[in-house]
């Protein structure tokens, strides 16, 4: 997901350098307007009265100029805001990069502890059944069987209290997988925003 924002980004970044180009030719085209307006106007003070129709285009040449001059300004402004706004958004994106590696490695931790946790549950069955089949060798001995039996107790107790702690680690972790998951599609949305205006 991260990897699709990102190269959605990229071609953003491409789109605003495009505006930037576009932008650059529109400021030369209101020079060259600019520069036309002033030799229509030179032209006609020197055809003094037949000159006035030929003063009306280059006074409109004029006001064309600056119209573009000013158009050009206001997207250049939004283009650079714009690209603030990216910069802020790819940084954003970074940022969720990390912690995306930073909780996967978690994710992962938590695996090896539950894995770790399995192999303790089948050690503890297996030794269970070596007592039991200690107790049915011990039958005759009382005292014994109670003390052997108070040792199973005893594990018992330890492998539930590790079960309720493993069942708390799955559920913390889960949440906040559930919280990445949120924080992707929150980023997701606002790019979308941004893009779309």
Known sequence: M???ITESAKSFTGIINNISVFVDIMNDISKQTKHLAL???????KAGKYGSGFAVVATNFKKLSDQTHNYTISISQLTEEIAKSY?????SVEDLKESIKNQTQSVDETNQSFNNITDAI?????????VNVSLDKMKNDKDEVIKLIEETAGFADETVAASEEFASMVAYHAQTVSDIIEAIEETKNTLTETISD
């Open 122 to 130: 089948f050690s503890i069955s297996k030794e269970i059944n070596d």
């Open 87 to 91: 910069t802020n958004i790819n940084q």
């Open 2 to 4: 991260t990897d699709q």
């Open 39 to 45: 030799n229509a106007t030179i032209e006609a003070s």
